[in-house]
């Protein structure tokens, strides 16, 4: 999968390799791109989320997805909610 240079905020970029691997990069705050072999893109989940910090790419999309409140219901994919909870503290990063 080719880098992500998106500005956008909450997509998804998702590709099924042949060997069973599912690879997303999830455009958010920053681009997360994970792998794994036991979720879909299909799979999302709703989450309530605090409004994090604008910036100049995500400030229009906040107005979108939060308005004025600090706290609202966001639909992520589950690839991305479980890499969240589970393993957000170890991250490998390959050069």
Excluded at 18 to 35: K, Y
Excluded at 70 to 77: G, K, S
């Amino acid at each position: 999968m080719a880098d992500v240079d998106d500005k956008g905020f909450k997509t998804l970029y998702h590709y099924d390799d042949n060997n069973g691997f599912c690879i997303f990069s999830w455009v958010d705050d920053i681009v997360v791109t994970i792998v794994s072999t036991n979720q879909s893109k299909e799979a999302v989940i709703m989450l309530r989320r605090s409004r994090p910090r604008d910036n100049q790419y995500n400030k229009q999309f906040l107005l979108l997805d939060f308005g004025e409140r600090a706290l609202t219901d966001v639909e992520i994919p589950r690839a991305i909610d479980y890499y969240n909870l589970k393993i957000k503290s170890v991250i490998f990063h390959v050069n």
